[in-house]
């Protein structure tokens, strides 16, 4: 964010979110070249500071129309996206082949398909050493409240599978199992229980979507995977033991300073050529 854009922004807001970026940017050889996905109107990195090459899965034309009509985005400069990561061309290839001390991506993994198929992509172009920031939101704090973390079992399953979309059963899931957050909700005491809470869709709505989606193959926007710090750990530590990735995970980190309650950090650190 720019000085420019922080200007409608209160004093403590500014420096919460500059606080959250430093600590995530701490962990991270920040000297060397980095990549960050998906960065929309809230990036990580700081084009001013760092040397960061941006890319997204739709063009610039697209995040600035989305952007236009987000409340979220006013007051912000959505920067400049270097590449696109085309859906079914590699990563290496959209980036040209430029290789990276680190990576960042903020709240994009739950919406992926495919999540151990998208980190290998990301790792095939970080170097050995080096490391991917990964946010996520943590299923105790937010609208996944009610869903089960996703598995080992369905990791491994979607990386063979390889869904380029997200698939019926991931929208299905989705719609008939999270719940309306308006922002109000005290996670501080359990919710009452999911039959008596607000819903965003029906069961018929959801059911109607997920034929929608296999049928036409359309793609719909959804929290294809939940999330705990510990399921997460756990998982991906697991997926490591079986060479199924090459880099080692460490966090959870949550609490930092600017990190609200509903996010956690993890990193995964590669370790050999192979990603």
Request: charged letters at 20%; aromatic letters at 12%; a negative charge.
């Given at each position: 964010?720019?000085?420019?854009?922080?200007?409608?922004?209160?004093?403590?807001?500014?420096?919460?979110?500059?606080?959250?970026?430093?600590?995530?940017?701490?962990?991270?050889?920040?000297?060397?070249?980095?990549?960050?996905?998906?960065?929309?109107?809230?990036?990580?990195?700081?084009?001013?500071?760092?040397?960061?090459?941006?890319?997204?899965?739709?063009?610039?034309?697209?995040?600035?129309?989305?952007?236009?009509?987000?409340?979220?985005?006013?007051?912000?400069?959505?920067?400049?996206?270097?590449?696109?990561?085309?859906?079914?061309?590699?990563?290496?290839?959209?980036?040209?082949?430029?290789?990276?001390?680190?990576?960042?991506?903020?709240?994009?993994?739950?919406?992926?398909?495919?999540?151990?198929?998208?980190?290998?992509?990301?790792?095939?172009?970080?170097?050995?050493?080096?490391?991917?920031?990964?946010?996520?939101?943590?299923?105790?704090?937010?609208?996944?409240?009610?869903?089960?973390?996703?598995?080992?079992?369905?990791?491994?399953?979607?990386?063979?599978?390889?869904?380029?979309?997200?698939t019926a059963t991931q929208v299905m899931d989705f719609l008939s199992q999270s719940f309306?957050?308006?922002?109000?909700?005290?996670?501080?005491?359990?919710?009452?229980?999911?039959?008596?809470?607000?819903?965003?869709?029906?069961?018929?709505?959801?059911?109607?979507?997920?034929?929608?989606?296999?049928?036409?193959?359309?793609?719909?926007?959804?929290?294809?995977?939940?999330?705990?710090?510990?399921?997460?750990?756990?998982?991906?530590?697991?997926?490591?033991?079986?060479?199924?990735?090459?880099?080692?995970?460490?966090?959870?980190?949550?609490?930092?300073?600017?990190?609200?309650?509903?996010?956690?950090?993890?990193?995964?650190?590669?370790?050999?050529?192979?990603?």
């Open positions: 964010m720019t000085a420019t854009a922080t200007q409608a922004f209160p004093q403590w807001f500014v420096e919460a979110e500059e606080g959250r970026r430093a600590f995530i940017m701490s962990h991270l050889p920040a000297h060397l070249p980095g990549l960050e996905i998906a960065p929309y109107f809230h990036p990580v990195s700081d084009r001013s500071k760092h040397d960061v090459f941006y890319v997204d899965c739709i063009d610039n034309d697209e995040i600035q129309r989305k952007a236009a009509v987000n409340p979220g985005s006013v007051g912000r400069e959505v920067p400049w996206i270097d590449a696109v990561w085309v859906p079914g061309k590699r990563l290496s290839k959209c980036v040209d082949g430029r290789r990276f001390g680190y990576a960042i991506a903020s709240h994009v993994l739950e919406h992926v398909p495919n999540p151990l198929g998208w980190l290998q992509e990301i790792l095939e172009c970080v170097e050995v050493g080096g490391r991917v920031a990964i946010l996520l939101p943590h299923k105790h704090y937010t609208m996944d409240y009610y869903r089960a973390p996703t598995t080992f079992a369905q990791v491994v399953g979607w990386s063979i599978e390889k869904p380029s979309r997200p309306f957050d308006d922002g109000t909700v005290s996670f501080a005491t359990p919710l009452p229980p999911f039959e008596q809470a607000r819903r965003h869709y029906s069961d018929r709505q959801a059911v109607d979507f997920a034929r929608h989606v296999h049928g036409t193959d359309s793609y719909l926007d959804v929290h294809c995977t939940v999330w705990t710090p510990e399921s997460f750990v756990e998982i991906f530590q697991r997926i490591r033991r079986v060479g199924l990735i090459d880099a080692e995970v460490s966090g959870p980190h949550t609490g930092f300073k600017g990190s609200p309650q509903a996010e956690f950090l993890v990193y995964l650190e590669k370790t050999s050529p192979a990603a």
